[in-house]
């Protein structure tokens, strides 16, 4: 047999290395691009993920710019002060990647840049005591406007399709912030959830039960929060896309065992 190989540069410079966990975290200037590469894989190297840090000595509105190669599909989340405190991010399925934080406080700022797929990305952050003008934030692709708005309290029935629809174990991503395992209660509608933040480790616990199902839609109260996920089954039922909640501006996806 025969091998060939094509070299495609990319079209930005690398980050500066190694800047893979919080304490690494590489000090970007307001209004400048910063560029990197995320996805590749050596011997000596498994760039999966940068972090970024500026310093806000004033209240304002910030906004975050991320343009992407096309190989790559970037998302990131946005941290105030030591204690990570998450403030916002966007997912890897939106396509313009800007994000608009109003009515931010002085401190440090942190973000946790990731990818799916591989290339090269910019990222930027402007921050005015004023108005940024009118843009705002895209909806996720995935976000589906006739996702249930109410708070339905009927019980799910209890055939074997909505049984199986289910699952067992739920693996589920909030915001790149939080790591949860959600476990059902033998057959009912009840799921023991255990959720670990990514950066700082901490551990919390809840009960959710899910509240109902029409179609593909479902909708999940969670007690301690006294609040509801919603979220979009896809077509094989194994993964939840498009998730929302009612207490915070977050997204969700989960994927069914």
Known sequence: YSLSAIHTPNTVPNDKEVNDKVNQAVVMKPSLMATGH?????????????????????????????????????????????????????????????????????????????????????????????????????KLAYTDTTIIKTKPQTPLPTDSAVSTKLGNTWTVNENDAWAGTWTRRGNSDVFDAVWVNTLTKERITDVLKVTAIDGNKISIYREGLKGYYYGTLSSDGTRIIGGTCTWVNEWWTATLK
């Open 38 to 138: 995320l996805g590749y894989v050596s011997i000596s190297q498994n760039d999966q993920v940068d972090f970024y840090r500026f310093v806000l000595t004033k209240s304002g509105n910030l906004s975050i710019d991320m343009p992407t190669e096309s190989k790559l599909q970037g998302h990131f989340s946005v941290y105030l002060g030591k204690d990570l405190q998450w403030l916002g991010g966007i997912d890897d399925t939106q396509k313009n990647r800007y994000l608009i934080l109003n009515g931010v406080k002085p401190g440090t700022y942190y973000l946790r840049v990731l990818g799916t797929g591989y290339g090269g990305y910019g990222i930027k952050y402007m921050f005015s005591t004023g108005s940024l003008g009118k843009i705002s934030p895209p």
